[in-house]
Structures are given as structure tokens and as C-alpha cells.
């Protein structure tokens, strides 16, 4: 490779070596013959890849680099844009997955040889993929760009020897998005695979219901999504004809084309036509004369700059011409607009345009035309931002003459999150994805059908249009439910108080006896012992632990390995979701409530019996330490797991003191809105391993008691809030 022909910032040679940013500033200041700068700026210079690699290789603090880490910073420090660089390297994974022997002969050419004759194998590629040369937003690179791209695109193919051209393209997309996050607005997978099986019955999980007949009508299914981002509406359609796309960012719209090519695998993703295009939908739609089967959209949210001048006499407008500040009603009508009659449209929204008065005449339009089938209110950290509960509003393109339902589907899934969405304001972590699904699609089910439902109290209603069509014509659904009946009656409030009362009694059971106070008070005092000390980053370069950062793929920390690395836990078998332990779940002390998305490339830290997590956000002092249950969970984002060689150190001794405030507060650093802690800083005595084991027993025993505490407090809220609820509705009597 050439000399410098990829930079790396200091961000990308923490990820290389697996430490945190701090490490490489240090490494800098402590030794003089780290690589020199050789460009980006003062505040944050980028260093020439292959020097920093040798230096690494030098210091003992790196074997090797692997190779999707490559590959991804040579992606990163492309001479073009990341985003220009990961098209081009899409269109090589197109060529390589379809025509396998032609790019291996094109690969033994030279580079110079190889960027010449790229152009046209890549070129009849893409026309077989996306059409006419001239309309697809997916362009072939031309000789002059592809060259400097040439050493990039022969690591691609040798990662997609590795992992497979679509496994390849998602990691590299993922760590794009990842890498800059204000720049996209992702539709996580969960969200969109819930969208999709609304709009297509067959898209959702397979079921004694979904006949061969349903599945074969959905393969010919057309879907557009006119605000496609990276295509993750589209490509949570498992069956479909032709998918359509547009996105008004020409990179975006390119990577969104080759993702979607891509992803057809021909089992469960069989090859679909793909057809996508650049512009802005609103004022300058590619698909004026289309009409699909289903829109799955998640347009771009409160734009007061969407065409409201310009387009005042659009012939979208059927349901009302949107104010400037509902641009989400003008995507709403432009859905209905692509629809063949019949055909179905769900769109991610945010809540208040349900409700915001500006939009009222539209709603209620939408409402008499029986336009708008179904408003769900989905979750806090669903989707982002995630700290506000979106919507999904179904729409049905009416068909003239057919009889309109006089009801609208109201359902209501924000409680149904792993956190209440109380104490964290929601989360990507957050969500019960699975009580969503199933709750969101029993309802939507016999209501698609029949244009009724049964009532939920709390979670689901059929409301009767004509309820609806007053002055606020407000469709929150949380405003039109009967509030839920108090669970269980008071059959179930006399079940919490006995456990309460169990609880109760165990609590003073594990309660700390006084033995420790009065021992302490004739012995020392008030006065702390100093013990000699150690710390994590000391007893991880000794081989007594080993540090892993949570993730996606997370690997151990540079500085931690041991003479010999475990092995790691190997997946379940799919198609069984991966449980995740999120940070939330530690500082809460229960299970797993994260699901590892499918497709992740890389392979994420399993969880093993007697592993100590700490969170590493927040500030506060909290150690976590695993037992069998929780074996085989992904380490979430956030967390930091440290796993003890138990010949040298007692996970409870480790996570005792670990737990100590002073310690975390000696080991914490402050930024703007955030404090991290440092886990390699915090502090532990040097005690034999019998001394240990003792402290381990009292730190398991606290750990007990605080576990009691935590169930008694939640049982205490259940039956006070259970007995307001009661007294309130009269289930429970005076």
C-alpha cells in the first residue's frame, strides 16, 4: 500500500488497538517516536495508517489488524468522501457477488489497469440492477475517480471473501452511520419490520395463518418509500416485485440502491427489481405517474422548508392544502397520492401531528373519506429521537364505491418498554419489541379485516369516527382509551401484598447485622485503612483480567491480554435472538432487554458466569457481577466488562470494591453533558486470594440485600399505585 495513502484519526487508532481515546493522547505525550501528524488539524490531526500500524506492532499493542478494521479506515480516509467511497465500494460488491470470475480476472491487472477496466464491468452491473443508466441515482465511477480507490476496493472484496458482499456493505454502512450520527436519521430494524408486516400481512413473522396463496400475491407486491434514507423500509419487505425509492441526498439515494441490491440473498430476500432515484420528493417527484401497492415512509420531521409556496396547487393536496408547519401531512398525502386504490400506506410521524391544531382540517378529512385507518402510538425509543413516543398513522387509498369503515384504530404501546420510559426518558434499549409486535398486530389484524376491533382497555379501541370530528379533531391515542382495569382486581393486589410481605421479611433477614459497625467503632473508628493498592489497567496488563467494551462487535481492550485469550462464547444457532444486557438492565439489576439486530457483522462480547460489568456513563458507582443466567447475553453499549482470572482475583471481591464511591469518583472525567468513567483507573487492595474470597462473601451478601430492597420497592409502588387505581374505579371496594 502506499505510504500514506490512508490517514486514521486518533478515534480510529483507539478502535485499532481497542482502548479508549485517553490511551492515544498519552501514547503521544509519553513516547517520542509515536508517528507524527501528517494531516487534519491541530485540534484533531489524522495520522498515515501503515506508520501507526508498525508503531502498534512495535509497542507489543497490536498482532494484527483485522481486517474489517482495515478495511473500514481505509473507507474512513478515503481521498473522496466516506459516503463516495462507500458507493464505490458497493458497485465493486455488486460485481464481485454477480460475476465472481470476471472480477478475479480483473483483479489480477494492476491497479492503473484495474481502475481503467472497472468502468465498464461495472456499468453493465449496475444496468442489470437498477435500469437506464440516466435515471438511476446509482452512477458508474468513472476511470480518474476510481484509482485512488483502487487499493480500498481490493480490501472490500477481500473482506466479502470473509464475510459475504451483503454482510460486508452493512458493516461498513453501520460504522459509517455510527461514525456520524447528526448527519442520519436511521429507522432502526425492529421499527421497520413492524411497519412492513402492517402494510404486508406476509411480512411479519410466519404463522399458521400466512397461506402460500398470501405469500405468492406478496411477491408481486410494488413498494415505494419516497423517503428512503439507507433503505431500511424497503429492505424489511421480505417478498416484493419492484421497490422504488427516492431521497433527496444523491449519496444517500446511491447507498440506499446498492443496499437493497445487495440484501436480496434469494431465500428469504429473493432478487426484486430496484428502482431508485434522487430529488426532493415533494417538489420534484421521480414517480409522478406511479401507483404501488404499499408506501412505507419515515419522512423527515417538522421541515418548515418543504414547498408550501411553491406547491399551493399540487393535485396531491385531495385531503387539504398543508399548513407550512405540517410538512408531515404533505407526506401523508403524497403517500396516498403514489397508492393504487386500496393500496396501503404507514408512515412514521411524530405525536403532535395528531393533535396540533394547524392540522386539524386535513385529519379531518383524512377521517371522513375513511383515508386514515389507524394512529399507533408506539414506545419512547423506538425510533429517533428516542425520547419522544412516535407514531404510525396507516392510511388506505379509498376505492370508489366501496363502503367506508366509520371507525379509526386507536392503539396505545407506550408503556410497553423495558424502562416504563420513566427514569430514562426512553432508549433505543428501551423497547419490548416484541410485546409491541404482537400487541400492535392482534389489533390491527381482525380491525384490517373486519373495519372493528374488540377493546383493550389502556392498549386498543375502534373509535367511531363521528367521535373524533370536533373542534380538535385530536387522534392522541392515549386521549380516546377507557383507562386498563386495575390488573387482576383485587385478587391480584391481595397476591403483591403478600409478596410485599414476603419480601419484607427477607429484607430484615439479610439486613447487615451490627457486628461490623460496633467492631469497627473499638478498633479504628471513623478512620479509612490504607491498604497498598492496585489498578484494573495494572492487573489487566498482568494477565489477572481482561477488559471488553460493549457494542455491536466490541473486542478486548489492547492493553488486557492475557498469556492466553478465552475463547469466546459461540453464537445460538439461528434463527434465536441474541439477548443484550443494556446499561439500563445493570442499574436496574434485572435480564437481558436488548435483541442483537441480525446482520451484524461483527461478533459481539458474550457474556460468561462470574464476568463484573460496569457502566461507564452517568457517574455513578455501580458493579454488576454475572451469574448463569445471564450467560450468553451481548454486552450492550456503554458497558464495560471485566472477566477475572479466578486463580488471581473473586468477581465479588472485584465488583465490591469497585463499587466504592470515592473510587469512581477518583476514576471518573467530566464533559460538557456527560461523566465517563475510566474502569482501567479504578482502584483495588492487593490482598491473597483467601482475603478476597472473605470480602467477597460480605460484598455477596449486600449484593442480596440490595436486590431485596430493590423487589420490595417495586412491589411497595405496584400496590399503592394498584390501590389508587382501584379506589379510583371502584374495583376496590371502601
Not at 412505507?296 to 408550501?308: A, Y
Not at 443484550?580 to 462480547?605: F, M
Not at 451469574?627 to 486463580?647: I, K, S
Request: aromatic content about 4%.
Amino acid at each position: 500500500m502506499p505510504e500514506n495513502a490512508t490517514e486514521v484519526t486518533a478515534a480510529g487508532i483507539a478502535r485499532l488497538a481497542g482502548v479508549g481515546r485517553a490511551a492515544v493522547s498519552n501514547w503521544r505525550r509519553r513516547h517520542a517516536d509515536f508517528p507524527q501528524p501528517v494531516g487534519g488539524t491541530e485540534t484533531s490531526p489524522s495520522f498515515a495508517l501503515s506508520q501507526v500500524e508498525q508503531w502498534l506492532r512495535d509497542q507489543g499493542k497490536l498482532a494484527e489488524v483485522p481486517l474489517r478494521e482495515r478495511v473500514w479506515q481505509e473507507l474512513s480516509g478515503d481521498s473522496a468522501t466516506a459516503a463516495t467511497a462507500l458507493v464505490r465500494a458497493g458497485c465493486v460488491l455488486l460485481l464481485v457477488r454477480d460475476r465472481p470470475t470476471p472480477w478475479r480476472q480483473l483483479a489480477a491487472a494492476s491497479d492503473a489497469q484495474l481502475a481503467e477496466l472497472l468502468p465498464v464491468a461495472l456499468s453493465e452491473v449496475l444496468a442489470v440492477h437498477f435500469g437506464a443508466p440516466t435515471e438511476s441515482a446509482v452512477h458508474t465511477p468513472g476511470a480518474r475517480e476510481l484509482l485512488p480507490s483502487v487499493p480500498l476496493l481490493r480490501s472490500v472484496a477481500e473482506l466479502a471473501a470473509e464475510l459475504g458482499p451483503r454482510r460486508t456493505f452493512e458493516f461498513l454502512l453501520g460504522r459509517h452511520l455510527d461514525a456520524n450520527p447528526r448527519q442520519y436519521t436511521p429507522t432502526p430494524p425492529e421499527a421497520a419490520a413492524l411497519m412492513a408486516a402492517l402494510a404486508i400481512p406476509s411480512a411479519s413473522a410466519p404463522s399458521a395463518s400466512v397461506t402460500s396463496a398470501q405469500t405468492s400475491s406478496a411477491e408481486s407486491v410494488t413498494v415505494l418509500d419516497p423517503a428512503c434514507g439507507t433503505g431500511a423500509l424497503l429492505c424489511a419487505v421480505p417478498h416484493a416485485a419492484v421497490l422504488y425509492a427516492q431521497e433527496a441526498a444523491p449519496e444517500l439515494a446511491a447507498l440506499a440502491g446498492l443496499r437493497l441490491a445487495l440484501h436480496a440473498d434469494g431465500t428469504d430476500h429473493p432478487e426484486a427489481e430496484v428502482r431508485t432515484r434522487a430529488g426532493d420528493t415533494l417538489r420534484a417527484d421521480a414517480f409522478p405517474r406511479l401507483a404501488v401497492d404499499v408506501v412505507l415512509c419515515h419522512p423527515p420531521f417538522n421541515e418548515r422548508n418543504w414547498g408550501h409556496d411553491e406547491l399551493a396547487y399540487d393535485p396531491r393536496w385531495e385531503y387539504g392544502f398543508p399548513a407550512r408547519t405540517e410538512s408531515e401531512l404533505a407526506w401523508a398525502q403524497h403517500a396516498l397520492a403514489r397508492l393504487r386504490p386500496g393500496g396501503t400506506a404507514v408512515l412514521l410521524m411524530p405525536p403532535a401531528v395528531a393533535s396540533r391544531r394547524s392540522g386539524r382540517r386535513v385529519r379531518a378529512d383524512l377521517l371522513r373519506r375513511g383515508a386514515l385507518r389507524a394512529v399507533i402510538a408506539l414506545p419512547a425509543g423506538a425510533a429517533p429521537p428516542y425520547g419522544i413516543p412516535l407514531h404510525l398513522w396507516i392510511l388506505r387509498k379509498p376505492v370508489a364505491g366501496e363502503r367506508r369503515s366509520p371507525e379509526l384504530l386507536l392503539i396505545d404501546t407506550a408503556e410497553l418498554s423495558t424502562t416504563g420510559g420513566r427514569d430514562t426518558g426512553g432508549g433505543r434499549d428501551s423497547v419490548d419489541w416484541t410485546t409491541v409486535h404482537a400487541t400492535v398486530l392482534d389489533a390491527w389484524a381482525p380491525f384490517d379485516r373486519l373495519g372493528t376491533a374488540e377493546e383493550r382497555p389502556g392498549v386498543s379501541r375502534a373509535v367511531p369516527v363521528v367521535e373524533l370530528l370536533d373542534d380538535d379533531v385530536d387522534l392522541a391515542p392515549a386521549r380516546h382509551l377507557p383507562p386498563p382495569a386495575t390488573a387482576g382486581g383485587t385478587a391480584e393486589l391481595v397476591h403483591v401484598r403478600e409478596r410485599l410481605t414476603d419480601t419484607l421479611r427477607r429484607t430484615a433477614e439479610l439486613t447487615p447485622s451490627d457486628a461490623p459497625f460496633t467492631a469497627g467503632a473499638e478498633s479504628v473508628g471513623s478512620a479509612p485503612v490504607h491498604r497498598p493498592t492496585t489498578t484494573v489497567g495494572e492487573l489487566a496488563r498482568a494477565g489477572a483480567l481482561v477488559l471488553y467494551a460493549g457494542g455491536s462487535g466490541a473486542t478486548a481492550d489492547a492493553t488486557s491480554v492475557p498469556p492466553v485469550s478465552p475463547a469466546p462464547v459461540p453464537a445460538p444457532a439461528p434463527p434465536a435472538p441474541v439477548p443484550v444486557l443494556t446499561e439500563h438492565d445493570v442499574l436496574a439489576g434485572r435480564a437481558p432487554s436488548g435483541v442483537l439486530p441480525e446482520g451484524v457483522a461483527e461478533e459481539p462480547v458474550r457474556i460468561q458466569e462470574g464476568d463484573v460489568v460496569v457502566p461507564v456513563l452517568g457517574g455513578g458507582a455501580v458493579a454488576r457481577v454475572m451469574d448463569a443466567a445471564l450467560a450468553g447475553a451481548a454486552l450492550g453499549r456503554n458497558l464495560q466488562l471485566l472477566r477475572p482470572d479466578p486463580a488471581a482475583l473473586d468477581p465479588w471481591f472485584l465488583a465490591g470494591f469497585l463499587r466504592g464511591t470515592a473510587n469512581a469518583r477518583r476514576a471518573s472525567s467530566y464533559a460538557s453533558t456527560a461523566t465517563r468513567l475510566d474502569v482501567r483507573r479504578l482502584q483495588l487492595p492487593r490482598l491473597p486470594l483467601a482475603d478476597q474470597r472473605r470480602y467477597g462473601e460480605r460484598f455477596r451478601a449486600l449484593a442480596e440485600f440490595e436486590d431485596a430492597l430493590r423487589l420490595a420497592g417495586k412491589l411497595g409502588e405496584q400496590l399503592v399505585q394498584g390501590l389508587y387505581d382501584g379506589l379510583a374505579d371502584g374495583s376496590v371496594p371502601m
